[in-house]
T-cell receptor, first 119, second 112 residues
Framework: GAVVSQHPSWVICKSGTSVKIECRSLDFQATTMFWYRQFPKQSLMLMATSNEGSKATYEQGVEKDKFLINHASLTLSTLTVTSAHPEDSSFYIC???????????????FGPGTRLTVL | QKEVEQDPGPLSVPEGAIVSLNCTYSNSAFQYFMWYRQYSRKGPELLMYTYSSGNKEDGRFTAQVDKSSKYISLFIRDSQPSDSATYLCAMRGIQGAQKLVFGQGTRLTINP
């Protein structure tokens, strides 16, 4: 249980184009999804927290107009990197929070990640 | 000072050895502690989830939490080459959002 998928797993695009990454919770409903980026040999950096049906909350320093997040349903969140540039090349990982009914025990399950390369 | 400190390694040990991975933290509001394993170019996989101080065992893995010292550990017994990965500690508090604070991750290699 608690499986999270991401699509695509790897994408290469030209500078200036937009890229959409999907994150799906396959066997549970996730009220909250998180988007991270990770540079080589570094830890995860939280970009934004997304709740179904409401606007995402972005971390300080993350451009909300560049990284558009949509959380349209309890099983799907999307991250769109708009006008991508080479410095946006990174490993993007989403996670979904499983609600156990007891809020304080919620935990995050991660997707397999999407490697974005901007040429 | 980072909220969570974790030695990035790399750590290399022979197969069968007991591995000890550690994190220290400064925020006493952290109440929930997790260990994730991340293979290269993959997403993190939840290994252990603990709340109270003490030990929690799951197979070859034991998670230890000492809230008084703000110190957590993950022990791997009978280590296998397949355990070679980066291990991330993560923690969060009770109040507010469910944001996790991660350690830097320790790169572990188990040599056959």
């Amino acid at each position: 249980g608690a499986v999270v998928s991401q699509h695509p797993s790897w994408v290469i695009c030209k500078s200036g184009t937009s890229v959409k990454i999907e994150c799906r919770s396959l066997d549970f409903q996730a009220t909250t999804m998180f988007w991270y980026r990770q540079f080589p040999k570094q830890s995860l950096m939280l970009m934004a927290t997304s709740n179904e049906g409401s606007k995402a909350t972005y971390e300080q320093g993350v451009e909300k107009d560049k990284f558009l997040i949509n959380h349209a349903s309890l099983t799907l969140s999307t991250l769109t990197v708009t006008s991508a540039h080479p410095e946006d090349s990174s490993f993007y990982i989403c996670s979904a929070s499983v609600s156990s009914g007891i809020r304080y025990t919620d935990t995050q399950y991660f997707g397999p990640g999407t490697r974005l390369t901007v040429l | 000072q980072k909220e969570v400190e974790q030695d990035p390694g790399p750590l290399s040990v022979p197969e069968g050895a007991i591995v000890s991975l550690n994190c220290t933290y400064s925020n006493s509001a952290f109440q929930y502690f997790m260990w994730y394993r991340q293979y290269s170019r993959k997403g993190p996989e939840l290994l252990m989830y603990t709340y109270s101080s003490g030990n929690k065992e799951d197979g070859r893995f034991t998670a230890q939490v000492d809230k008084s010292s703000k110190y957590i550990s993950l022990f791997i017994r009978d280590s296998q080459p397949s355990d070679s990965a980066t291990y991330l500690c993560a923690m969060r508090g009770i109040q507010g959002a469910q944001k996790l604070v991660f350690g830097q991750g320790t790169r572990l290699t188990i040599n056959p």
